[in-house]
């Protein structure tokens, strides 16, 4: 749970008031970050849902620890564990704003600590904002897994288990998709024509495609060898490079060191066409 305080306190550590300012069902108040929801003024309505009176958060959240905590639980578990969490914690709402943005860091989090995050290269966040089928899947997923228990063969507790792991399987459906669309975009051949087809776009020679597509293949080169690479002069193969080096498509650590690729922010919807989820 402090990691989850944490989280919530370093996502509104800038915020102004005016963002911490929660206003109706009668009441206003001022939200701590990194703080549960404690006292009757802080009891919230989301939707349909009515989430757990607020002097009881401390103890839901104290289960919601140990029910999910990963030394308990194997490889599987551990996956399983996500969508079952990020699920429950909404359900919990524990803080009286911010909820929905801290159990996607949570998820996100989760993710790197079960080993199938790939050092962040797909993201679930993605994932839940595009959906399957539409962009209101998340919402109605949500609402699913509210369902209350539906007999005496669904599950143990108050909310119904088959629904749960309905919600479990879509959301791990989400990641199957997300991890296959990035590996779409990372595909070094289609990557590699997307950045001549950016070069192409720019005001500067076509050779310096083969300093891109060099970067790619390698992870990186030293810049000895950019004559060699782009097939020109050395003074020529120079201002290449400095031409791609002001695009933001190429840099170092130091100032003599090995060249590597980056990813300027006004070139990734040519070189990773929707990676961000349409408005």
Not at 151 to 173: I, V
Request: glycine residues 8%; charged residues 25%; contains cysteine.
């Amino acid at each position: 749970c402090d990691f989850i305080l944490w989280l919530h306190q370093e996502f509104y550590r800038d915020a102004e008031e005016p963002a911490l300012r929660i206003k109706g069902m009668g009441r206003e108040f001022l939200m701590t970050p990194g703080e549960w929801r404690s006292s009757p003024e802080h009891d919230v309505a989301v939707g349909r849902h009515q989430p757990p009176s607020s002097t009881r958060v401390g103890d839901f959240m104290r289960y919601f620890e140990t029910r999910y905590r990963f030394a308990r639980l194997g490889k599987a578990g551990r996956i399983l564990a996500i969508p079952a969490a990020h699920h429950r914690f909404n359900f919990i709402h524990p803080f009286p704003d911010g909820n929905g943005r801290v159990s996607r860091l949570m998820s996100h989090a989760m993710a790197h600590q079960a080993g199938i995050a790939a050092h962040g290269l797909w993201s679930i966040s993605r994932g839940l904002a595009r959906g399957l089928k539409s962009r209101n899947d998340y919402k109605t997923m949500m609402d699913h897994a509210d369902m209350p228990r539906q007999g005496d063969l669904d599950g143990r507790g108050n909310r119904s288990q088959r629904a749960l792991e309905e919600f479990t399987l879509w959301f791990l459906r989400i990641c199957i998709d997300q991890v296959s669309f990035m590996s779409g975009l990372f595909d070094l051949t289609m990557l590699a024509k997307r950045l001549r087809a950016y070069v192409a776009r720019q005001e500067i020679r076509p050779e310096a495609g083969r300093l891109l597509e060099e970067a790619l293949m390698r992870g990186e080169f030293e810049r000895g060898e950019i004559s060699r690479i782009t097939g020109l002069p050395e003074r020529t193969a120079r201002r290449v490079f400095s031409d791609v080096s002001s695009l933001g498509l190429l840099a170092s650590q130091t100032p003599k060191g090995p060249v590597s690729l980056r990813f300027p922010v006004d070139a990734l919807d040519v070189l990773f066409p929707r990676l961000f989820p349409e408005t």
